[in-house]
């Protein structure tokens, strides 16, 4: 059995086993006896390693039997292994090479928190996003079949990742080209089948076998030759896998199902893949596992201990506390409370999460108002166009997602929502850089597939307070609106109690100096305020991206040499765009810069860092307006 620890280690832990399986192909030359005490020190490292850096770690925690299994019975990297949300993947970049670099794990130049093809060639597809393991295995399996090539394909895809309908997509696909490749479903929540144990483990080993499928198949072609026969039979198996298992799903849809068995159980994953290694056709394996699997703390609370930060160095009894900075609540809990107070003066509000109840800042309001609370789990076309239908019988539904996210339902946000002008409120988080998480999670593109779209209210709020109005007003808007902002907390605001809306497509000059205009949409507002001071410029807070400000850009225009638009969105069609947009279908010429996110990926850093590097923080937005005013002579 696993050795359970009840503390993250802050010294490095001894791997004797780890040391000498620094790569697959070392691995598999150790011998079977010793993979259990190998998963221990696995899982010991991987806790002190997340210690040092922060990041993900009770997934990666559970799946520590998983990918040593994995890595011992197939080829990898010659076998396909795809990963379902990268989250899990930390075990598997320490078996693969990466164990010396994990200390720069979410870093800046660091390795990412998610698997990524350029990093390694045991990564075979970048994660980033739930549910799309089945999809890119399925492909790599019908492409190794049209190259004749025996490389084998697995996709290995959480209980989560499952419920949503691109998964499903991909299973039925799998069944119609009769693919090659083995699905294996980590279910970590129990949330499928509570049937695992002696004789569960026991019949997957049976089911799996070669010799059960050789006589599977020799019965079949006897008893096809008999009118009905065969499908008697099948009928007669399946009904009595299903009493004991819960397939029949699965095996519905043409994929040969086994499990459910314990993934922490090492001879049987291992006996079991390597019998289903070899089966012909879609195989689905089904193992249940325990987030956090050996830390006690994350057993108790997986949710709690998803990720954690990195571990503070352990204070002397002398040593004086570090002055903590001044901050506002984060935004996400701005919006929290917005909910419930709107909920309360409002009986038609309903508030929809895909799967991030937490993160969104939902929890108060589900218990508050648990019949007018609904996570559509990991389905965010599901969640859109849901809002869509509660919009067309007079609820005011709130879409509480992500901005990455959103993309994933942008036509049902274009079709469903927009084109019928419903009232749908989107409270989009985690706008803008993300962070460590890197750009698979950063909300750079919303202002410009937001904007774009006839009929959207877009607005961008500055500090909390703004938030606050901005999504009583878009609540109260006839029609679809958005408020995105961004992870974090914010300046500290003074948050009123109201319900108070804005007047819609109005901004609001924050100073005013002379020659060059700094025109804001979000959160750059204070480091604007500090460069306007270096300036002499005028600071604009605009609020709003569509309708845009008309009036005040013209003014703008005529009282100044320069405008320079800030956002923290991709420059191409963003924010900028709209102004620059504007004044050309005015015939007003005026010098125009604009600063925003780069026509490239910016990866993985600390949040400070990458608007640095994009130019967003004080010092590059000074530098790069006194670069212009100097190209102008001004």
Same mark, same amino acid.
């Given at each position: ?17 780890? &040391? ?16 259990? /005490? ?14 040092? /850096? ?7 925690? *559970? ?72 999809? $890119?295995?399925?492909? %790599? ?5 049209? +190259? ?9 895809? =959480? ?7 691109? $998964? ?20 970590? &929540? ?44 099948? @009928? ?20 040969? !199902? ?22 012909? #056709?879609? +195989? ?8 956090? @699997? *050996? ?8 949710? =709690? ?31 929290? +409370? ?17 799967? %991030? @109840? ?31 239908? %509660?919009?067309?019988? *007079? ?8 901005? /990455? ?31 460590? &998480? *890197? ?39 006839? =029609? ?61 807070? %605009? ?29 191409? #069609? ?10 050309? +279908? ?14 490239? !990926?910016?990866?993985? $850093? ?8 994009? =130019?967003? &923080? ?17």
């Amino acid at each position: 059995m696993p050795t359970t620890f009840h503390e993250i280690p802050r010294e490095r832990p001894l791997t004797p086993l780890l &040391d000498r399986a620094s790569t697959p192909d070392a691995l598999r030359r150790l011998g079977e006896a010793e993979l259990e /005490t190998l998963a221990d020190e696995l899982r010991e490292y991987l806790l002190y390693t997340v210690g040092q /850096t922060g990041g993900h770690f009770g997934a990666g925690l *559970g799946v520590i039997e998983l990918t040593v299994a994995l890595h011992y019975v197939f080829d990898t990297p010659d076998d396909r292994l795809v990963w379902d949300v990268g989250h899990q993947a930390y075990p598997h970049k320490i078996l693969t090479g990466r164990r010396e670099r994990m200390s720069s794990l979410r870093q800046k130049d660091g390795i990412a928190a998610f698997p990524r093809r350029s990093e390694s060639e045991y990564d075979t597809f970048g994660v980033g996003h739930s549910s799309t393991s089945i999809s $890119a295995a399925l492909g %790599m399996a019908i492409a190794a079949r049209l +190259q004749g090539s025996k490389r084998k394909s697995v996709a290995v895809i =959480g209980d989560g990742a499952m419920t949503a309908g691109m $998964a499903f997509e991909a299973l039925n696909h799998a069944t119609e080209v009769n693919a090659n490749m083995l699905v294996i479903l980590n279910d970590n &929540d129990m949330s499928i089948s509570k049937n695992v144990g002696g004789l569960s483990n026991y019949l997957a080993k049976i089911l799996s076998s070669r010799t059960y499928a050789s006589m599977r198949e020799g019965s079949k072609k006897i008893l096809s030759r008999l009118p009905g026969a065969w499908e008697i039979a099948r @009928k007669t198996e399946e009904h009595a896998k299903g009493m004991l298992v819960p397939g029949t799903l699965f095996e519905e849809l043409g994929w040969n !199902y086994i499990g459910p068995i314990d993934g922490h159980d090492l001879p049987t994953l291992l006996a079991t893949l390597r019998n289903m290694r070899d089966l012909e #056709g879609p +195989q689905f394996l089904h193992i249940i596992t325990r987030k956090g @699997k *050996g830390f006690s703390p994350a057993e108790a609370d997986p949710i =709690g201990y998803h990720a954690i930060t990195k571990l503070e160095p352990v204070k002397t009894a002398n040593a004086p506390a570090a002055p903590k900075a001044v901050s506002g609540p984060k935004y996400s809990s701005v919006f929290g +409370q917005w909910l419930c107070d709107m909920a309360a003066a409002d009986p038609r509000l309903i508030g929809i999460t895909p799967a %991030m @109840k937490e993160g969104s800042d939902l929890v108060a309001f589900s218990e508050k108002y648990p019949e007018r609370y609904f996570d559509v789990a990991i389905a965010e076309q599901h969640a859109v166009t849901l809002a869509a239908g %509660m919009a067309c019988e *007079g609820s005011k539904p709130v879409v509480a997602i992500y901005s /990455t996210f959103l993309q994933r339902a942008y036509d049902q946000l274009i079709h469903d929502v927009a084109v019928q002008n419903l009232d749908v409120l989107f409270a989009i988080d985690r706008a803008g850089l993300v962070g460590e &998480d *890197g750009p698979t999670h950063a909300g750079s593109f919303d202002l410009s597939y937001l904007r774009c779209i006839p009929g959207m209210l877009v607005m961008t709020p500055s500090d909390e307070n703004e938030l606050r109005r901005m999504l009583t007003t878009g609540h109260l808007h006839n =029609g679809p609106a958005a408020v995105r902002y961004p992870r974090g907390t914010g300046p500290n605001a003074t948050i009123e109690t109201e319900l108070t809306p804005l007047e819609i497509g109005k901004g609001v000059v924050r100073r005013q100096g002379k020659q060059t205009a700094l025109l804001v949409f979000g959160v750059q507002l204070a480091e604007a305020l500090k460069v306007a001071e270096q300036l002499d410029a005028t600071v604009v807070d %605009m609020r709003f991206v569509k309708p845009l400000d008309e009036a005040l850009v013209r003014e703008l225009a005529g009282s100044h040499e320069l405008l320079v638009t800030i956002e923290e969105n991709s420059i191409m #069609g963003g924010a900028g765009s709209a102004v620059s947009e504007f004044l050309a +279908q005015e015939a007003i010429a005026k010098p125009i810069l604009h600063l925003g996110l780069p026509d490239y !990926y910016v990866e993985h $850093a600390k949040p400070a860092q990458m608007l640095a590097e994009c =130019g967003l &923080d004080a010092d590059g937005i000074e530098s790069a307006v006194r670069k212009r005013l100097a190209q102008l002579n001004l």
